[in-house]
């Protein structure tokens, strides 16, 4: 068969892999200039190592990620440093990465409210039954079992960050997912998640497959005609991977019942503004910095790559994220990169008091409006089928990984089931 994909992301390049393995013809059609998606990375000429432009990594549990780079042949540059990621209390950060640092978090006081935290968290991670959960609210769950103390320490700040004014909406089962399938042991790739799309796009050329960049879809039809700028081709297949909306917009004939069904779906946009500075920001060695939004910082993590590896990778430099979650009509999606700066620098002074705007050497803006599905309650019942109502139209997205919390692992997951289906 004839195949077009639309997007270079994971999703993308994993459903290629499948399809041109099983001898089909198959074209990768992505709108930027380089394939890797959200997970896409950067390099300057004096790093031997990309930087992603949205902080990335993988955790140990990333069965379908780390199963596909074994497939692949590249398991020996899969890389599981320490990092230690911290949270605030009082002003103060502590170490926040494992059960033991959890139990000593000052946060929870001392007594019931520290058991009913560890009781809640080994209940997660062993229920199988999220289908329960996604009838209630992480809101309403949380205050039940883990009792309101312990939900506004611990997880309403984070839910906040992550979720703005929707935090309330959010159902149970996502809370699950995380917790259920994460580690804290945190998983990278010799080089950056850029070396690995590089990589695998190597084994895809060999396959035959052909990646078109800078080629954005304008129009799928309902006969399968792709329009570009450059032109049209028809094909047998068709599997679009980007958001929801763009799905939407690229398909005016997909029918209205499943176009509704598209455009009912919420999701955050997320912003990150990456900095290469000349001095390390925490000399504690703290790689994670969870902000809880009431501190009053403009953004939700600050997060220093280069204390989860060597600034030696990077020519020394070391490099900080300053990352936000927000609606796609907030302020930070208009401003320029100046205008961030002035708002996400002065900050970082409360991180380390000798931080100096004179440190930055460069600085990148990373935006998407689609960053994070939001999923409400029952929201199983409202995820739009990989399948379309249009013969031959397949659709993989983040939105569609539910009840699992959007990650690579999941796109490589879906993409491959896309393929499977386009080839039954
Ligand atoms: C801030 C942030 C941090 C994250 N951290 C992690 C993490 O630590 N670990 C992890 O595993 N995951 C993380 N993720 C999630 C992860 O990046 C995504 O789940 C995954 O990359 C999604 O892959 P995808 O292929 O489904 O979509 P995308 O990566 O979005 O790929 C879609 C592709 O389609 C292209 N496209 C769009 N429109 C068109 C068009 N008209 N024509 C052609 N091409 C088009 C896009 O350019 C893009 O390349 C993070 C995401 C964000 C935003």
């Avoid at 970082?348 to 990373?366: A, E």
């Amino acid at each position: 068969m004839k195949i077009a994909v639309i997007g270079a992301g994971y999703a993308g390049l994993s459903a290629a892999y499948d399809l041109a393995r099983s001898g089909h013809d198959v074209v990768i059609y992505e709108s930027t200039d380089r394939p890797g998606g959200l997970a896409v990375g950067f390099k300057e000429p004096n790093w031997d190592w990309s930087v992603e432009g949205y902080y990335h990594h993988w955790f140990a549990s990333d069965e379908h990620m780390l199963g596909l780079i074994e497939e692949l042949g590249f398991s020996e540059k899969v890389r599981f440093p320490r990092p230690y990621t911290v949270m605030m209390h009082k002003g103060k950060w502590y170490p926040f990465d494992s059960i033991p640092q959890a139990l000593m978090y000052p946060g929870l006081g001392w007594g019931i409210n520290k058991i009913r935290f560890g009781l809640v968290g080994l209940y997660l991670r062993l229920t199988n039954n999220w289908q329960a959960m996604e009838k209630t609210t992480v809101d309403a769950w949380m205050r039940k079992w883990a009792g309101n103390k312990v939900y506004e320490t611990m997880w309403e700040p984070m839910m906040k960050g992550k979720f703005g004014p929707h935090y309330k909406d959010v159902n149970m089962a996502w809370m699950w997912a995380r917790m259920h399938a994460r580690t804290s042991r945190l998983g990278t790739y010799v080089g950056g998640f850029q070396a690995f799309t590089d990589d695998m796009v190597g084994v895809l050329k060999d396959l035959g497959v052909e990646i078109c960049l800078e080629t954005p879809v304008k129009e799928i039809t309902e006969s399968l005609e792709v329009t570009f700028d450059s032109g049209k081709e028809k094909y047998d297949r068709v599997l679009v991977t980007t958001s929801p909306g763009l799905l939407s917009r690229m398909v005016p004939a997909l029918p209205d019942s499943y176009q509704s069904g598209l455009k009912d779906l919420k999701s955050m946009g997320a912003v990150v503004l990456t900095l290469s500075i000349s001095s390390q920001l925490s000399t504690q060695g703290y790689y994670w910095y969870n902000i809880p939004k009431e501190q009053g910082y403009p953004f939700l993590a600050v997060v220093e790559h280069t204390n989860y590896l060597s600034p030696e990778y990077f020519g020394g430099d070391h490099i900080i994220y300053c990352g936000d979650y927000r609606d796609s009509d907030h302020p930070y999606f208009e401003m320029s990169k100046e205008q961030i700066l002035e708002e996400f620098l002065p900050p970082l002074k409360r991180i380390n008091p000798d931080f100096d705007p004179s440190w930055v050497k460069k600085s990148w803006l990373y935006r998407t409006k689609y960053g994070q599905p939001v999923p409400e309650m029952n929201h199983s019942g409202r995820i739009p089928s990989i399948q379309t109502p249009i013969q031959g139209l397949y659709f993989a997205s983040m939105s569609q990984v539910y009840p699992w919390d959007r990650g690579t692992n999941f796109a490589v997951e879906i993409g491959r089931r896309a393929a499977g289906m386009m080839m039954d």
